[in-house]
């Protein structure tokens, strides 16, 4: 088997073709931008441009992140579901500053976003959580996310007491089960380009305001 390093050497990064994106593109407010990015990045094809990662830090202030699925976006806001009881959760407890980041590599766009994360209000959970698969209500209804699992055969015969919960009361919410929105106070937009001519444009909020700036690559 090949070295690492050889490997990772032969891989292509931003090869192209890319689309550009032009200082005229930049809207007064972010949400606009990225929901045109975002519809860009559903024509062109990107796989899950809905998948993002979500950073937090510990109550050490030590960094973590992981993948979850984008709800929504509403005027400065970005939106995902998530228990309460998991490692996110206690971690949202202790800080609620948190970072989104978004890389569409089809299309060569990167997204960092930086923020606050709060709850959303019971009925917006309730409505959330419903609209959940039942086999994704059934997960979160066990609700021991990032708990230790002993062994694979306790989830399956979780999940199916927990799926015959869902068929028959089919309106239990899991009380762990929470939606956030991130208030967002800085976000760049990132286009990548074959000759390393990389655009950025970083948005910083002040109050209901937007302040926008070139940043060399
Ligand atoms: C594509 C994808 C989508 C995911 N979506 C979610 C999600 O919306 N909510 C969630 O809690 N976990 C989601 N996960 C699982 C998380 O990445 C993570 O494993 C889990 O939330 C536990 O994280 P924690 O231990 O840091 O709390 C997703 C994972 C992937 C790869």
Redesign the pocket.
């Known amino acids: 088997m090949k070295q690492a390093r050889d490997l990772l050497s032969n891989l292509k990064s931003l090869a192209g073709p890319l689309p550009e994106f032009h200082p005229n593109e930049i809207t007064n407010n972010p949400s606009d931008l990225f929901l045109q990015w975002l519809n860009t990045a559903i024509e062109e094809g990107v796989n ?1 441009p809905h ?1 993002m990662t979500l950073s937090t830090v510990d109550a050490e202030g030590a960094p ?1 992140a ?4 984008l709800k929504d976006v509403t005027r400065d806001r970005w939106y ?4 309460l009881a ?4 206690e971690q949202l407890h202790v800080n609620q500053k948190v970072a989104l980041t978004f890389y569409w590599s089809e299309i060569g766009r990167q997204v960092r976003i930086r923020g606050v994360a709060s709850e959303m209000t019971k009925e917006r959970n309730t409505e959330d959580f419903l609209k959940r698969s039942s086999a994704a209500q059934a997960m979160a209804l066990i609700g021991n ?2 708990k230790t699992l002993d062994k694979r055969e306790d989830l399956e015969s979780e999940l199916l007491k927990t799926k015959d919960l869902v068929n028959q009361t089919p309106k239990t919410i899991s009380p762990n089960w929470k939606l956030f929105a991130v208030l967002a106070d800085e976000i760049e937009f990132w286009q990548g380009d074959p000759e390393r001519k990389h655009m950025r444009v970083q948005y910083k909020r002040n109050g209901e305001q937007w302040k926008h700036r070139l940043l060399w690559p």
Not at 66 to 69: A, E, F
Not at 80 to 83: E, I, M
Not at 86 to 89: F, I, L
């Open positions: 899950e998948a973590d992981r993948v979850l699925i995902f579901a998530t228990s998991s490692r996110k959760g996310q990032s």
